[in-house]
């Protein structure tokens, strides 16, 4: 679909998508008698395991079901496991146990829009990882269904939205700690070509799906879309344009998606957002810088400083809620904000579990993922086509 096909009949308003907690009457009972939640992990590649495991460590929440086409990673899901669950090669029968409440769906980007649809038509609940879906059909598709089915929880996978951290620094930003937005300087750089072992040669799109564009969204969907998202969280905004290049410059490989992206999103309170991503050079790895004309905030995986405009580097007055306190600083960084926080994935499936059994609106929700699949799809298009891309309808 078109972009401008895309507008014409993006037909679901803001208010229809956002879907208020009351009207989410009827959630689905869980089918074990201590209320236990019991999900199904469709695909059983590295980030399904991982969040197998987190789910390991969840009171109340167990993986009873894997899928997976590739045998030897199925086999993989279901060792990560506690206790025991069922095979499925085929996501379809997985989704027929009635003893599933829930999925997580793990898959490669281009998949996820179908299966997410299939199980919310079955009844489950989806914890759908990000980028929620790609191009404007697959987003606007399971938009459509979530709709539909205001009573099934959707959470989408940018597990930040759950960091107590992240959630900490937006309030602050949005108290004024760094004065007027000024941007955002995001990056996550890596130095490694991202390719995996392939058993047999048949295998090669299958396993290194991330490298194919028809089924990924490269570095823009796969680590950019975290730091899209959390600026369009602070904002309360989406873009109105986007412009970028990037390029197969180094990993000489047969690639089709780019080892190095450089984006700039324009937002409509005159905001820019640059995000780099490279695959050659690791420094300062993953980093998000908010600058604003009192200061800047910094993040990365699991800290944050801030560092106050102007001269003075040694700011005192009130901290964490002592007046008069001494500020520690960290030298290049600034002060350090802390706040006691858990891994964010962890956190993110511990707020999946509470949102189905209060019934509660997740804060990463159908709304939030398909803006910035939407973004990323506008990021692929101005790099892949060379051209400043307008937005389309968000919701």
């Keep these: 679909m078109k972009r401008r096909e895309f507008i014409i009949k993006g037909s679901i308003a803001s208010a229809a998508i956002t879907t208020s907690a009351t009207a989410m009457a009827n959630v689905l009972d869980f089918k074990n008698a201590h209320g236990t939640l019991n999900i199904g992990v469709i695909g059983t590649g590295d980030r399904g395991t991982g969040l197998t495991s987190n789910i390991n460590t969840i009171d109340n929440f167990n993986v ?3 899928c997976d086409i590739l045998p030897f990673r199925l086999e993989n899901g279901l060792k990560t496991v506690k206790g025991k669950a069922k095979a499925y090669s085929d996501y379809r029968k997985l989704l027929e146990n009635k003893d599933v409440d ?5 898959t490669p980007f ?6 997410a649809i299939d199980a919310i038509d079955a009844g489950k609940h989806v914890y759908c990882e990000k980028t929620m879906a790609k191009g404007y059909d ?21 597990q930040y939205h759950s960091s107590r951290l992240y959630t900490h620094v937006v309030d602050l930003i949005k108290e004024g700690k760094i004065g007027k937005i000024a941007a955002f300087e995001c990056q996550w750089n890596r130095h490694g070509n991202w390719r995996r072992p392939v058993p047999s040669p048949e295998l090669e799109k299958i396993i290194n799906w991330r490298m194919y564009r028809e089924f990924s969204g490269g570095l823009a969907a796969e680590l950019c879309s975290h730091q899209i998202d959390f600026t369009n969280w602070v904002l309360d905004e989406t873009p109105n344009q986007v412009m970028g290049t990037g390029g197969i410059d180094y990993w000489k490989d047969g690639r089709e998606t780019y080892d190095n992206i450089h984006l700039i999103y324009s937002y409509p309170s005159g905001v820019d957002a640059k995000f780099t991503c490279l695959t050659s050079n690791a420094k ?6 908010v600058m604003g ?3 800047t905030i910094i993040l990365d995986y699991s800290k944050a400083w801030f ?16 007046s008069g306190a001494t500020v520690k600083w960290d030298k290049g960084l ?3 904000i802390s706040v006691p926080h858990k891994e964010p994935s962890l956190q993110a499936l511990i707020d999946f579990r509470d949102n189905i059994i209060n019934n509660r609106r997740p804060i990463s929700d159908i709304k939030t993922g398909a803006n910035t699949a939407i973004c990323i799809q506008m990021g692929l298009d101005a790099m892949y086509n060379n051209e400043i891309i307008k937005s389309p309808a968000f919701y």
Excluded: M, R, W
């Design 102 to 106: 829930a999925v997580l769906v793990t």
């Design 110 to 115: 281009n998949t996820h829009s179908q299966i």
């Design 138 to 158: 697959g987003i606007e598709n399971l938009a459509k269904k979530v709709q539909e089915f205001s009573s099934t929880i959707f959470q989408t996978g940018h």
């Design 284 to 289: 300062d790895g993953y980093q998000i810088k």
């Design 64 to 66: 009873i079901a894997c």
């Design 334 to 336: 600034g002060i350090p």
């Design 293 to 295: 004309d009192k200061g």
């Design 307 to 322: 560092y106050p405009e102007g001269g003075n580097k040694k700011e005192l007055g009130i901290v964490d809620g002592v």
